[in-house]
């Protein structure tokens, strides 16, 4: 079964502190992976990837990908209120047409 | 870039009523629309994929009767909740894909439906 984790759950810092998000994944045929911010309504796209170890960057936010320990984490620098959200990653399966999510991380940044 | 619309926004039902939910995609034409469910504090829970003129294809354990998803056109996909309970309280999205590939997935703002 296709499986993505991500870890922590749940996570509140203070604001200026850089964190740093974790997806791991078990999947049969790996295409990408892609990480979305969700606030109080859909989800917003922020990073795709899909090669080892180029990272994708977007001002304080940026994330890598090991295809060889199957995992990816997102980071975050300088963090801000606005920052405060559950950040999702998902693995699209090759073939399957369809994108597998892990739980969610909620990050709660504090002033 | 490419905008998904759903209709309702929230919608506040009595058990045993159904539920009309629609997604359109309002600038590009989608021939494959996504149906997902969230419950608080929970990821996205992918329901069913809706492809145009032909049936959805539900993901294991989800009712298509109860479910019913009408992908009629290009750019609209409606999911039905039928005979609704308070369990089906939830938070529905869908999603569309521009292309061949689901790189490229834009999500709607989803609808809240509170079955009473």
């Known amino acids: 079964e296709d499986k993505v984790v991500q870890s922590p759950l749940s996570l509140v810092v203070h604001e200026g502190d850089t964190v740093t998000l974790n997806c791991s994944y078990e999947v049969t045929n790996f295409r990408s992976l892609l990480w979305y911010k969700q606030e109080k309504k859909a989800p917003t796209f922020l990073f795709m990837l899909?090669?080892?170890?180029i990272e994708k960057k977007s001002g304080r936010l940026s994330s890598i990908l090991d295809k060889k320990e199957l995992f990816s984490i997102l980071n975050i620098t300088a963090t801000q209120t606005g920052d405060s959200a559950i950040y999702l990653c998902?693995?699209?399966?090759?073939?399957?047409?369809?994108?597998?999510f892990g739980q969610g991380t909620r990050l709660t940044i504090n002033p | 870039g490419a905008v998904v619309s759903q209709h309702p926004s929230w919608v506040i039902c009595k058990s045993g009523t159904s539920v009309k939910i629609e997604c359109r995609s309002l600038d590009f034409q989608a021939t494959t629309m996504f149906w997902y469910r969230q419950f608080p504090k929970q990821s996205l829970m992918l329901m069913a994929t809706?492809?145009?003129?032909?049936?959805?294809?539900?993901e294991q354990g989800v009712e298509k009767d109860k479910f019913l998803i009408n992908h009629a056109s290009l750019t609209l996909s409606t999911l039905t909740v039928t005979s609704a309970h308070p369990e089906d309280s939830s938070f529905y999205i869908c999603?569309?894909?521009?292309?061949?590939?689901?790189?490229?997935?834009?999500f709607g703002p989803g609808t809240r439906l509170t079955v009473l």
């Open positions: 999603s569309a894909r521009v292309g061949q590939t689901m790189d490229t997935q834009y």
């Open positions: 809706s492809n145009e003129g032909s049936k959805a294809t539900y």
């Open positions: 899909t090669s080892s170890g």
């Open positions: 998902a693995v699209n399966i090759q073939g399957a047409q369809k994108l597998v």
